[in-house]
């Protein structure tokens, strides 16, 4: 068993910066992914970046460049760093760890809003 706390957002500027982290517990040797999502209002969920045990990481192409995912060395945190922070990017941001046996742990969310 896996959980799941996501937290770090709030409000901030066009151009701004925030960093999110999540933090889980548990059975966490049996997680090999961890992944952050967002779902604006009226959009459906979608993918925003990974990171596997080993430190491989991807992003979504309308993150690369301005996001960073990263890890503690325990595999116990994950962060996400959001830099150059555009309105679009508001949504709600979720973290999601998938085990080896595909099973996905996610998060409750944590409020980003990019505005003036």
Do not use: H
Not at 46 to 66: C, F, H, L, P
Request: net charge positive; hydrophobic share 30%.
């Amino acid at each position: 068993q896996v959980q799941v706390v996501e937290s770090g957002g709030g409000l901030v500027q066009p151009g701004g910066s925030l960093r999110l982290s999540c933090a889980a517990s548990g059975t966490i040797f049996s997680i090999n992914v961890r992944s952050w999502y967002r779902q604006a209002p009226g959009k459906e969920r979608e993918w925003v970046a990974s990171i596997s045990r080993d430190g491989t990481t991807n992003y979504a192409n309308s993150v690369k460049g301005r996001f960073t995912i990263s890890r503690d060395n325990a595999w116990n945190t994950v962060y996400l760093q959001m830099n150059s922070l555009k309105p679009e990017d508001t949504a709600v941001y979720y973290c999601k760890a998938k085990s080896y046996r595909f099973d996905d742990y996610w998060g409750q969310g944590t409020q980003v809003t990019v505005s003036l």
